[in-house]
């Protein structure tokens, strides 16, 4: 089993920063660590993804080059830093706990948080 809780959403202005954190408790040493984004009436959309092992993390286009996942194994926490913030970045954040590394679909990751918002405005 795996907990997950995410944290650090809020409202930002266009082009801001922001950094979410998801902090695991459990056995996450056995997962790898997704990063996903839903807003109303959509499906939930992978953001990227990291190995609490190493390795290098993996993004979406959408978000490549804007947004950075890094890890702390001595905190069991992973981190979502968000710069260059764009409105269409605005929806509800999950962090998501999979034995798949290297997938990008919902279905394949196994434990999840609660969800932060982050609203971008223009």
């Known amino acids: 089993q795996v907990q997950l809780v995410e944290s650090g959403g809020g409202v930002v202005q266009a082009g801001g920063s922001l950094r979410l954190s998801c902090a695991a408790s459990?056995?996450?040493?056995?997962?790898?660590m997704g990063w996903f984004r839903q807003t109303p009436g959509k499906e939930r959309e992978f953001v990227g993804a990291i190995r609490w092992s190493g390795g290098r993390p993996y993004y979406a286009d959408s978000v490549k080059g804007r947004f950075t996942i890094s890890r702390d194994n001595a905190k069991n926490t992973v981190y979502l830093q968000m710069n260059s913030l764009k409105p269409e970045d605005t929806a509800v954040y999950y962090c998501?706990?999979?034995?798949?590394?290297?997938?990008?679909?919902?279905?394949?990751?196994?434990?999840w948080g609660q969800g932060t918002q982050v609203t971008v405005s223009s």
């Open positions: 998501a706990a999979t034995g798949n590394y290297g997938s990008i679909s919902m279905g394949e990751y196994d434990y």
């Open positions: 459990g056995r996450p040493s056995s997962y790898a």
